[in-house]
């Protein structure tokens, strides 16, 4: 249920997603982009991991560099994104439809 380094287009050019977590259907509900330990998470983290997402069009996006995490959920209709305090567990992700 877990893929790595997942192959996607994104405007014609060949592009890979470091982590996709799939739910129910084998739908993709989380995209993970990962940053080595000495590359700070900031708003470029997040603007590649939205680029991604308009392929994807998960519900949950996080960004790490191992040291630092952040996780969000994207609600897709309403244009928003709501930072979560936590990981939401599996069973939440598992049963997650795009927004």
């Known amino acids: 249920m877990v893929g790595v380094e997942v192959s996607l287009t994104l405007n014609g050019l060949s592009k890979r997603a ?3 977590v799939y739910g129910a259907q084998g739908r993709p509900v989380l995209l993970v982009e990962c940053k080595a330990p000495g590359v700070p998470v900031d708003q470029r983290t997040f603007e590649q991991a939205a680029r ?3 392929v994807f069009h998960v519900p949950y996006l996080m960004v790490t560099n191992g040291l630092t995490h952040y ?3 994207v609600d897709h209709e309403r244009g928003a ?3 979560l305090s936590s990981l939401p ?3 939440v992700l598992h049963h997650s439809r795009p927004t």
Do not use: H, K, P
């Open 18 to 20: 470091d982590i996709v």
């Open 52 to 54: 991604y997402n308009t």
């Open 71 to 73: 996780c969000c959920r």
């Open 81 to 83: 994104v709501d930072f």
């Open 89 to 91: 567990v599996y069973e």
